[in-house]
C-alpha cells in the first residue's frame, strides 16, 4: 500500500501508541486476570495493528525513507505534487490535435483532386498534341503534293507563253522557269523561290525582271497551279498593262488555247480580238 509520507508516518506513531494503550490495558488486566492469557492477546492485538499500519516504502530512496515527518515531509510532498501537477501539463500539451487530423484529410482528399485533374489535363494536351501533329502532317503532305505539281508544270507553261511560233521554227522554244523551296525540311519556315530565264536572257531572280517579264512570269506560276487544282473559271483584269505587242500575242494565244474558261477585261486590241465574246463598256 502506498500512502504520503507524511500520512505514512502519522499513521505508524498511531499505532504505536495503539499498540502501547492496548498493552498496558491487557498489563492491567493480566494484574487482576491469568498473567500467561493477557500477554499473549497484547501481543496478537499489537501485530495486527503493525500490520495494518505498515507502508511499503522500498521504491523510495535512502535519504527520502529516513524522513520521518514534519515540515520537511511536508515539502518533500509539495515538491511531489508540484511534479506531478507539471507531469501532467506535458501529458495535457502531448493529447493529438483532432482539427489537425481533419485538416490532414482534407489536404490528402484536395491534393488527390488535383491529381486528378493533372493527369485529365495531361490527357488532354497529348490528345490535342496528336490533332495538332495529324494537322501538320496533312498541311505539309498537301503543300509538297502541290509544290511537286506546280513544279513540274510551270517550265512548260512559261515556254510557252514566252515562245513564239515563227521562232519555234528556226529553233528558239521561249524560255525556262524554276520553283525551289528555301527549306526543303520545313517548306513552311522558308519561303519558295522563283527563277526565271526569259528567252536569249540569263536565270536571273524574278525580282531583276522588268515589268513584262514579271507578268509572264506570274501567268506562268497561275497557269501552272491550275493544273493541281482545276478552278471553274479564271478572271484576268488587265493583265496586259505591262505587255509589248509580241508578249499579249503570246498570251492571247495561251488563253484561247486553253481549256479553263476566261474572262479578261483588256484595253488591247490585240488581246480581246482573239475571245469568243465581246462585251464593251462605255
Not at 121 to 133: G, T, W
Not at 188 to 201: D, L
Given at each position: 500500500v502506498e500512502v504520503p509520507l507524511a500520512e505514512g508516518a502519522e499513521v505508524v506513531h498511531a499505532a504505536a501508541a495503539a499498540a502501547g494503550g492496548r498493552s498496558s490495558s491487557?498489563?492491567?488486566?493480566?494484574?487482576?486476570?491469568?498473567?500467561?492469557?493477557?500477554?499473549?492477546?497484547?501481543?496478537?492485538?499489537?501485530?495486527?495493528?503493525?500490520?495494518?499500519?505498515?507502508?511499503?516504502?522500498?521504491?523510495?530512496?535512502?535519504?527520502?525513507?529516513?524522513?520521518?515527518?514534519?515540515?520537511?515531509?511536508?515539502?518533500?510532498?509539495?515538491?511531489?505534487?508540484?511534479?506531478?501537477r507539471r507531469m501532467l501539463g506535458d501529458l495535457e500539451h502531448l493529447r493529438p490535435n483532432l482539427k489537425a487530423i481533419e485538416q490532414l484529410a482534407l489536404a490528402a482528399e484536395q491534393a488527390e483532386s488535383a491529381g486528378r485533374?493533372?493527369?485529365?489535363?495531361?490527357?488532354?494536351?497529348?490528345?490535342?498534341?496528336?490533332?495538332?501533329?495529324?494537322?501538320?502532317?496533312?498541311?505539309r503532305d498537301r503543300f509538297n503534293a502541290c509544290f511537286k505539281k506546280v513544279q513540274e508544270e510551270i517550265n512548260g507553261v512559261y515556254r510557252r507563253l514566252t515562245g513564239n511560233p515563227s521562232d519555234s521554227a528556226l529553233?528558239?522554244?521561249?524560255?525556262?522557269?524554276?520553283?525551289?523551296?528555301?527549306?526543303t525540311e520545313d517548306?513552311?519556315?522558308?519561303?519558295?523561290?522563283?527563277?526565271?530565264?526569259?528567252?536569249?536572257?540569263?536565270f536571273c531572280d524574278i525580282g531583276l525582271l522588268s515589268g513584262g517579264e514579271r507578268t509572264l512570269a506570274a501567268m506562268a506560276l497561275l497557269f501552272a497551279m491550275q493544273a493541281y487544282q482545276r478552278p471553274p473559271f479564271l478572271v484576268l483584269d488587265e493583265v496586259d498593262a505591262h505587255l509589248d505587242?509580241?508578249?499579249?500575242?503570246?498570251?492571247?494565244?495561251?488563253?484561247?488555247?486553253?481549256?479553263?474558261?476566261?474572262?479578261?477585261?483588256?484595253?488591247?486590241?490585240k488581246l480581246f480580238s482573239c475571245?469568243?465574246?465581246l462585251v464593251g463598256i462605255s
Open positions: 491487557s498489563s492491567r488486566g493480566s494484574a487482576s486476570g491469568s498473567p500467561s492469557g493477557g500477554g499473549a492477546a497484547s501481543a496478537a492485538a499489537l501485530g495486527e495493528a503493525e500490520a495494518e499500519a505498515a507502508v511499503d516504502l522500498s521504491a523510495l530512496p535512502e535519504d527520502k525513507r529516513a524522513i520521518k515527518g514534519g515540515d520537511t515531509a511536508k515539502l518533500q510532498e509539495e515538491e511531489y505534487r508540484s511534479e506531478l485533374d493533372a493527369a485529365t489535363a495531361r490527357k488532354e494536351i497529348e490528345d490535342v498534341e496528336k490533332r495538332f501533329e495529324a494537322v501538320r502532317a496533312a498541311r529553233g528558239f522554244e521561249g524560255g525556262s522557269a524554276y520553283l525551289d523551296l528555301e527549306d517548306p513552311f519556315n522558308g519561303g519558295v523561290k522563283f527563277t526565271a530565264m526569259p528567252p536569249t536572257k540569263r505587242g509580241p508578249n499579249v500575242q503570246a498570251l492571247a494565244r495561251y488563253v484561247e488555247q486553253s481549256d479553263c474558261q476566261t474572262i479578261v477585261i483588256s484595253l488591247k486590241d475571245s469568243d465574246g
